[in-house]
């Protein structure tokens, strides 16, 4: 290790990823993160609050399990299908 010299002063420190939250710069994308933000966090309260909900009225892991596959079948059953049927068109819509 070499000795700096005295009174130099040490490099400054540049961060790693200096752009990585660039984006928030600009207006309409930090109201559009903000949105996203509010819209999952109320998801994720819903889907907390039905799955109590569902367990205090029924006391049971069974019906808890077939709500909440109820509660995803649609996705699980359509975006398969629209991923095939978007990349088979020529627009891809």
Known sequence: M???APGARPPPVVPA???TFAALAVPNFRRYVSGQ???LIGTWVETVAQALLVLRL???GTILGLTTA???APT???LPTRGCWST???DGS
């Open 2 to 4: 070499v000795a700096a």
């Open 17 to 19: 990823h200096p752009a």
């Open 37 to 39: 933000s509010v819209s």
């Open 58 to 60: 029924t006391h049971s």
């Open 70 to 72: 109820a509660r995803y």
């Open 76 to 78: 699980c059953c359509c």
């Open 88 to 90: 088979a068109t020529p």
